[in-house]
C-alpha cells in the first residue's frame, strides 16, 4: 500500500477515535462527492492529495517525503447564518488544531503545516445551503 494512502488512513482512525464537539464518522474517499440528500447528515471525507520529495540537506543519501492530505466537512443546513455556520467553522478549527504537530505512529510522519486558504466554499454555502470546508495537512517523513 502507498505511504500516502497509509497516511490518510492513519487520518481516518484518528479522527473517527478522538472526540469533538459533533460526531462523525470519517472515511477516506477518492471522490467525495454527495447527492443533498446525503448532506443531511454530517460528511467528513479524507482524502489523500499530493506527495513532494527533496533531497535531505542533511544526508544526501536521504529523502524528505512531504505528503498532503485533505479533510472535507461538508452538511447542508437550514440557513447560512450564524447559528448554523459558527458550530460547523468551531468544528474545522477543532479538527485543525488536533492536528497541529500532531505524529502518527504507523507509519512515522509528522503533521508539520495546515492549510485553509478558506475557511468554507461560499457558492455552495449560498446556492445550496451546504456547508463545505476543507484543511489540507502536509505530514513529513524522511526515507
Do not use: K
Amino acid at each position: 500500500m502507498s505511504v500516502l494512502v497509509q497516511i490518510a488512513d492513519a487520518v481516518v482512525a484518528e479522527l473517527n477515535a478522538a472526540g469533538f464537539s459533533r460526531p462523525f464518522t470519517a472515511v477516506r474517499s477518492y471522490r467525495p462527492r454527495f447527492e443533498l440528500s446525503e448532506l443531511e447528515t454530517l460528511r467528513v471525507s479524507v482524502v489523500a492529495r499530493n506527495v513532494e520529495i527533496e533531497v535531505d540537506s542533511r544526508d544526501p543519501a536521504a529523502h524528505q517525503h512531504d505528503y498532503q492530505v485533505e479533510v472535507a466537512v461538508q452538511t447542508r443546513i437550514a440557513e447560512a447564518d450564524a447559528a448554523h455556520v459558527d458550530p460547523l467553522m468551531d468544528l474545522v478549527e477543532e479538527i485543525a488544531d488536533f492536528w497541529r504537530g500532531r505524529v502518527l505512529d504507523d507509519p512515522d510522519a509528522t503533521c508539520i503545516a495546515l492549510e485553509q486558504p478558506a475557511p468554507y466554499f461560499l457558492p455552495h454555502l449560498t446556492e445550496m445551503h451546504v456547508f463545505t470546508s476543507v484543511v489540507t495537512l502536509t505530514f513529513r517523513m524522511r526515507r
